[in-house]
């Protein structure tokens, strides 16, 4: 059973979900997890066109709710779950990040970061790094690594 | 030497991308004083994997790296390991059809992107709070 309803407002201290592709994970030292996890996607099938996706964890039944659409079972293995707070996301102060609730119908407590969205990482892409670094770093504490696609016994 | 497109170095803590010439991007490079722990045939081999990787290769609809990034990604792995350079901590697959190396350090993390757009960007954050520690 979820904690909250996804139209419930996000508290500072509310854990969002990010996927993380397996080779993003990999590495014998921290930061764990490599900036470009939090790349905006300019190409492909789905551009990040309203701003990279996170889950909120109170809204998810359980913690792989969160992979739901991928539909290959192989890949959705090597993907891993890391989580930041609101709070973390919204100091960070080089670019003013905020979070938006946007409702999708196949997984719960779907929100986006619009600061993070393909157009304007197109147009000036090192303005981001440094906020992509900082992301990496939050994201890199042990206790904010919810599923590790290294570890097997997942 | 396989570099020959513009070139970067991007210190953001502090100050604007500029252009870096050919030989500063080696003698970066070099001047990084640590090493990857699984060394330069480790990377070589996960380069190799990479250029494998199709469209929608992470199941969110992301595109194959960019053929000529793939061929500039091996050269340079190549390259590095016989001058004995510095080898990464991690080589991965971009979303946006791109492939970067990482190092990592105590007080820095750099990173080598090779892009679709055919630029080369080298980058360093500083990260003095960093706690580092092996995860293996």
Redesign the interface.
């Known amino acids: 059973m979820a904690k909250k309803r996804e139209t419930d407002p996000i508290a500072d201290d509310e854990l969002l979900l990010r996927r993380v592709w397996i080779d993003k994970f990999r590495t014998a030292k921290v930061p764990y997890i490599s900036p470009s996890a939090f790349e905006p996607r300019i190409t492909g099938k789905f551009p990040d066109t309203d701003g990279i996706s996170l889950y909120r964890l109170d809204c998810l039944t359980q913690i792989e709710d969160a992979l739901r659409t991928i539909q290959d079972e192989a890949k959705k293995r090597k993907t891993g779950l890391v989580g930041l707070e609101l709070i973390e996301i919204k100091v960070l102060i080089e670019m003013k990040l905020t979070v938006r609730i946007s409702p999708n119908e196949e997984i719960l407590g779907h929100v986006v970061v619009p600061e993070l969205n393909c157009t304007d990482y197109e147009k000036d892409r090192e303005r981001f790094k440094k906020t992509l670094f900082a992301l990496a770093v939050k994201a890199s504490s042990p206790q904010r690594i919810f599923r590790d696609p290294n570890d097997e016994t997942i | 030497m396989f570099v020959d497109n513009r070139y970067r170095n991007?210190a953001?803590?502090t100050t604007?991308?500029t252009p870096m010439s050919r030989g500063s991007r080696a003698t970066a490079l070099h001047e990084l004083a640590f090493a990857?722990?699984?060394g330069w045939d480790k990377i070589i081999d996960?380069v190799l994997a990479?250029s494998e990787y199709k469209?929608?290769?992470?199941?969110?609809?992301?595109?194959a790296p960019d053929p000529q990034v793939v061929v500039a990604a091996i050269k340079f792995a190549i390259s590095s390991k016989n001058e004995k350079s510095p080898s990464p901590?991690?080589v991965?697959?971009?979303?946006?059809?791109s492939i970067?190396f990482?190092w990592?350090d105590g007080a820095s993390?750099t990173?080598f992107e090779l892009s679709?757009t055919g630029e080369q960007?080298i980058?360093t954050?500083n990260?003095p709070n960093?706690?580092?520690?092996?995860?293996?």
């Open positions: 991007s953001i803590a604007a991308p990857g722990s699984g996960d990479i469209d929608d290769w992470d199941g969110e609809g992301s595109l901590d991690r991965i697959a971009g979303v946006n059809q970067s990482e990592f993390y990173e679709r960007f980058r954050f990260a960093l706690q580092f520690c092996d995860v293996q």
